[in-house]
């Protein structure tokens, strides 16, 4: 066996690994996701979604606060695609949740990714990976005024 072939090749994936741990954060417009034309598909237009700092009707009732963290991967995505797709999952995901109990609304949301908070009235924050592209949006459902 050739040792020194080995060590040298293992020396060599050890100091390559760090390009594989990519991990590039991205703001992208809130307003962005809600216009794309899936969006306009897929989520209840009863249904409505607030930023924390963002103005909201009038709140009736708090229900329950919840985070939705989906991932998609990141192949042939450019990284803001596949952060609007990821964050459209997640709307998705709490507009479900907020329908089971009884809220017309998901408001003061944050980004919540690895449990760090990310407050914008206008962006949410998304991590995209080498393979892997994730958001993790936190909100709470309420009743609001129409």
């Known amino acids: 066996m050739n040792y020194p072939l080995i060590a040298l090749a ?6 390559a690994t760090p390009a594989f741990a990519r991990d590039t954060v991205l703001h992208i417009p809130f307003a962005d996701v809600l216009a794309m034309p899936e969006a306009k598909e897929k989520l209840d237009p009863k249904m409505r979604f607030f930023l924390a700092g963002q103005a909201t009707p009038a709140v009736i009732k ?3 606060t919840d985070t939705s963290n989906p991932k998609t991967n990141g192949f ?3 990284d803001e695609f596949g952060c609007k ?14 329908k089971r109990e009884g809220a017309n609304a998901v408001i003061d949301i944050i980004s919540f990714y690895k449990k760090n908070e990310y407050k914008s009235a206008t962006d949410f924050e ?7 592209i994730g958001v993790a949006l936190r909100g709470t459902y309420a009743q609001v005024a129409e």
Do not use: D, E, M, P
């Open 10 to 15: 293992l020396v060599g994936t050890v100091f």
């Open 62 to 64: 708090r229900f329950s």
């Open 76 to 78: 042939n995505k450019s």
């Open 85 to 98: 797709w990821v964050a459209l999952s997640a709307l998705i995901n709490l507009q479900n949740s907020a």
């Open 126 to 132: 998304c991590h995209a990976g080498v393979f892997v």
